[in-house]
């Protein structure tokens, strides 16, 4: 108001400067009618020059407002004129709040995005820059920040294939490799605009540890029904095949019966019978071990050394058979907190399986082999065998199932098991006719 009041009174007082000065030439009062010419001309230039600084510093706000720098302060007091720059001031306090907040919304989504155990990529559908990478997607697939998603063609194809190939909408299952891990993913994508521009934004849920516990709490189910009823009902048989099998015994002493064919061949039968039935019991014991409840007791071990006390167990048999075993490390200190006795059993497993595909190799060999990636220990147990096909692998971890005659199909069920145990993975990279290896990776300690 009062910034009006004094353009008004302003311009009041030039008119009215200039109607006396005209007045004054036509009485001609030349003095005086100079005087108030003068006074007049400043007037007029006084105002030209306060509205002329006025779009001056309307042409420097908006510049300012143009390239985002509102930390430029204008004085709101020492005059009417000033008070005009009180708006500049609001205006530039309005827009640093917005910025204000708007950067708070954006570090707030940012940190949400980092924590989610999602892998988020977001890239320009036209020229294929990426938008945003969350620290998940980048641990996942193991690789460095990515500019442009065309540099995947190269140094992951499988993962570059499956961004080309994702429908918006689609639940998209896949298996894809990364570092030592296979790791199972459900993708999902959607699209949205900024500016012009078109933005898919993708998102990748790792599911192999659901998936793995969903699969082994199954088998557990069904384990624990199967030899619940196999024990149930061939412990009766048993017992009364081995008393029959006593009575049998007394009758042929009592009687006389020795030579008796028949007799025998019923003698034979019960034992049958009896000898089946223990079988069956031991049988159905030994598969108790996937079901139960085994309580790691968890101790810092080095997986180094441990690796070269199962070398020296395992290597005097190994050698009679022909079988060259190594052990390797980059680290000569790779601790991991494990139950030592249940990760050895884990190591001789994969080492007996091994054992089992190099054996029909020219030059068969097993290496043992320890180091840290991504600051998660491990350890890898590889051989030159025969390779696993996709068929097997997909039954692999399955109780009862085996390649091997004599084989019981529960090594790796139970093994992924005490992994599982240690919070910690399983991985096996294989190709048939060259080899497998299998790696177990531990958390951080």
């Known amino acids: 108001m009062k910034f ?54 309307i042409d420097d706000f908006v510049e300012a407002v143009r390239y985002r720098d509102l930390t430029k302060r204008y004085p709101e007091t020492g005059g ?26 954006h570090q707030y989504l940012k940190n ?17 820059d990426t938008l945003w990478i969350n620290d998940s997607f980048r641990n996942m697939f193991q690789i460095p920040y990515v500019k442009n998603i065309n540099w995947l063609s190269k140094r992951h194809p499988k993962l570059y294939k499956e961004l080309k190939e994702i429908q918006l909408g689609e639940n998209r299952l896949t298996t894809v490799n990364a570092g030592h891990r296979t790791i199972k993913l459900l993708s999902n994508a959607c699209t949205f605009q900024t500016n012009d521009k078109t933005f898919l ?17 199954a088998w557990k189910g069904l384990l624990n029904v199967m030899t619940h009823e196999i024990m149930n009902s061939i412990a009766p048989v048993a017992s009364l095949a081995d008393t029959l099998k006593k009575r049998m015994e007394r009758l042929k002493e009592e009687m006389n019966l020795s030579g008796s064919p028949d007799f025998e061949d019923m003698e034979s039968a019960m034992e049958t019978i009896y000898r089946r039935s223990e079988g069956l019991l031991r049988f159905a014991d030994s598969y108790r071990n996937l079901s139960k409840n085994i309580v790691p007791e968890m101790l810092p071990v080095n997986l180094s050394e441990l690796l070269k006390s199962i070398y020296h167990l395992m290597q005097p048999s ?23 006795n ?104």
Request: charged share 20%.
């Open 80 to 105: 009417a004129r000033n008070k005009f720059y009180w708006y500049f001031n609001v205006v530039s306090d309005t827009f640093l709040a917005m910025s204000r907040e708007k950067e708070v919304q």
């Open 342 to 445: 249940l990760i050895e059993q884990v190591a001789i497993n994969f080492i007996t399986n091994a054992t089992h595909a190099v054996k029909d190799k020219k030059e068969p060999k097993i290496i043992l082999f320890s180091g840290i990636t991504d600051e998660m220990p491990f350890f890898t147990v590889a051989d030159n065998g025969c390779g696993i096909s996709p068929e097997i692998q997909k039954k692999m971890y399955i109780p009862f199932f085996s390649t091997k005659k004599s084989g019981t199909g529960i090594g790796l069920s139970l093994s992924r098991e005490i992994v599982k145990m240690h919070n910690g993975s399983l991985q096996v990279q294989t190709k048939e006719g060259e080899g497998s290896a299998f790696t177990v990776l531990f958390p951080i300690n």
């Open 318 to 340: 190994l050698e009679r058979k022909g079988i060259r075993l190594e052990v390797r490390t980059e680290h000569s200190i790779v601790m991991a907190s494990i139950d030592r």
């Open 112 to 128: 949400i995005l980092e924590l989610v155990n999602t892998g988020i990529l977001a890239y320009d559908m036209e020229t294929l």
């Open 201 to 217: 934004l993708i998102a990748f849920h790792n599911i192999s540890a659901t998936l793995e516990e969903v699969e082994s709490g």
């Open 4 to 57: 009006k009041v004094y353009f008004v009174v302003l311009f009041l007082l030039t008119v009215c400067s200039g109607g006396i000065t005209v007045f004054l030439f036509l009485k001609s009062m030349l003095p005086y009618a100079v005087l108030f010419l003068i006074i007049t001309l400043f007037l007029f230039q006084y105002s030209l020059q306060s509205i002329f600084r006025i779009f001056r510093d």
